[in-house]
T-cell receptor, first 115, second 113 residues
Framework: NAGVMQNPRHLVRRRGQEARLRCSPM?????VYWYRQLPEEGLKFMVY????????ESGMPKERFSAEFPKEGPSILRIQQVVRGDSAAYFC?????????????FGDGTRLSIL | TQLLEQSPQFLSIQEGENLTVYCNSS?????LQWYRQEPGEGPVLLVT?????EVKKLKRLTFQFGDARKDSSLHITAAQPGDTGLYLC?????????????FGKGTLLTVNP
């Protein structure tokens, strides 16, 4: 999965702390998508961003979660005041354009564990 | 809510055998993507199919998108141990939200030497 870079690969936080997950898309890709994979469940769409814009955040919890994709730098998924239920693998994907024939390429994810 | 059901959930076969895994839904999708995921890694894209009835071949793998764009299958010929992994299908939503992928839970394939 060289291309879409996510860091950190593993992140441990205590309840109430903040978690910041970073994603650098593939070179030339300006569309970023975040997904969450809970144990025993499939990947679930969270949010879709283009540079400096949130296009669709319908899959993201309304509270404590936020995402950004600034003009410079990686996309950030931020979780405030983490709870045990936030423990999951968070994957970022990118595509060069948006559309049904535009495949999404995934990073290796960040495994978030909440103590 | 669109759902994708994958079957079988687990499949263990011997090297050289053929197999088919299925991805079914009652919803219409704008596209269907197949991925393979290894433990501790992200999904790796295998193929994207867009047109109903479309068939794509990738060496020993054959992918088919149903005529009604509600289902898909992946057929592997002469499976090898290197094919072992979790196979995921993902459907793109219809209409303006076609970037929003709905994933199945996957088929965990084990190919024994």
């Amino acid at each position: 999965n060289a291309g879409v870079m996510q860091n950190p690969r593993h992140l441990v936080r205590r309840r109430g702390q903040e978690a910041r997950l970073r994603c650098s898309p593939m070179k030339g890709h300006s569309h970023v998508y975040w997904y969450r994979q809970l144990p025993e469940e499939g990947l679930k769409f969270m949010v879709y961003l283009q540079k400096e814009n949130i296009i669709d955040e319908s899959g993201m919890p309304k509270e404590r979660f936020s995402a950004e994709f600034p003009k410079e730098g990686p996309s950030i998924l931020r979780i405030q005041q983490v709870v045990r239920g936030d423990s999951a693998a968070y994957f970022c994907a990118s595509s060069p354009q948006q559309g049904p024939n535009q495949p999404q390429h995934f990073g290796d994810g960040t495994r978030l564990s909440i103590l | 809510t669109q759902l994708l059901e994958q079957s079988p959930q687990f499949l263990s076969i011997q090297e050289g055998e053929n197999l088919t895994v299925y991805c079914n839904s009652s919803s219409v999708f704008s596209s269907l993507q197949w991925y393979r995921q290894e433990p501790g890694e992200g999904p790796v894209l295998l193929v994207t199919v867009v047109t109903g009835g479309e068939v794509k071949k990738l060496k020993r793998l054959t992918f088919q998108f149903g005529d009604a764009r509600k289902d898909s299958s992946l057929h592997i010929t002469a499976a090898q141990p290197g094919d072992t992994g979790l196979y995921l299908c993902a459907g793109g939503a219809s209409g303006g939200s076609n970037y929003k992928l709905t994933f199945g839970k996957g088929t965990l394939l084990t190919v024994n030497p």
